[in-house]
Nanobody
């Protein structure tokens, strides 16, 4: 079992910044891959980044250059630094965990957090 809790969302003006966090807990975290995803109203869930077991991030092609992701393997915490936010970045942001990196890259996962809302006002 993996528990995921996101935080750090909020409402900002276009051009603003946020830092999202995701705290992971559970008994067998070392064997899981993690990632960040988002879902905007009326749209399908979109992958942002996945992390290899050593914490190395791999961004989905559509999200390269947009945000900066990192993972603290000792604290089991994911971060998503968002700069120069745009109204189209408005979405619920989720972290997820799965034993299969391939599933995460397909936007599938056994474990999801509750999400944190990011609203960017123009």
């Amino acid at each position: 079992q993996v528990q995921l809790v996101e935080s750090g969302g909020g409402s900002v003006q276009a051009g603003g910044s946020l830092r999202l966090s995701c705290a992971a807990s559970g008994n067998t975290l070392n064997g899981y891959y993690f990632g960040w995803f988002r879902q905007a109203p009326g749209k399908a869930r979109e992958g942002i980044v996945t992390f290899h077991l050593d914490g190395t991030p791999t961004y989905f092609d559509s999200m390269k250059g947009r945000f900066t992701a990192s993972k603290d393997n000792l604290q089991h915490t994911l971060y998503l630094h968002q700069d120069s936010l745009k109204p189209e970045d408005t979405a619920v942001y989720y972290c997820a965990a799965d034993a299969s990196l391939l599933r995460l890259r397909r936007n599938e996962a056994d474990y999801w957090g509750q999400g944190t809302q990011v609203t960017v006002q123009s």
